[in-house]
């Protein structure tokens, strides 16, 4: 139980806890508060993501040759819309991040949606296996930290007698 062990991530190493000073732990409990956040912010992130893929594909599945003629309104900014009219409903226009735009037939905007959605959420997967192991490495120092604290104030009590 004093030992943390993540082997199989690169870059990782095995710690025995038992021998860090409180101190130590503190040190290692507050970088693993940071990184778990970094985690959910990342999570939050390409959340956001993946809902504006999925999005961004139902309306594709939209464009229907019955929506050719119909007025919608055009997105310039966040918050800027002007009207438009659908002139062709079989090729599309779409964001490939970054300020770059590719005209893609309906079929082809589709794939891309999906595959953009498959990927940001293997991605999301990911993260989230990462983060179940730096709270469980998180839980652990903080266990132990908590034995140690434990430990110090018995050891203090019969001194002040």
Known sequence: MATVSSAPAPGMHQIDLSKLSIQQLLQLKTQLDQEINVFQDSLQT??????????????????????????????????????????????????????????????????????????????????????????????AICMMLEMKVQAQRQSAKPSTS
């Open 46 to 139: 390409l959340k956001i993501a993946q809902g504006k893929f999925m999005e961004s594909g139902e309306c594709v599945e939209k464009m229907t040759p019955e929506a050719k003629g119909k007025t919608i309104l055009v997105p310039l900014t966040g918050s800027m819309y002007v009207p438009g009219t659908i002139s062709d409903t079989d090729n599309v226009l779409i964001d490939i991040g970054t300020g770059y735009y590719a005209q893609k037939d309906a079929a082809g905007a589709k794939d891309y949606f999906k595959r953009k959605v498959a990927f940001v959420t293997e991605q999301i997967e990911k993260i989230k296996m990462l983060g179940m192991e730096k709270s469980k490495v998180h839980k």
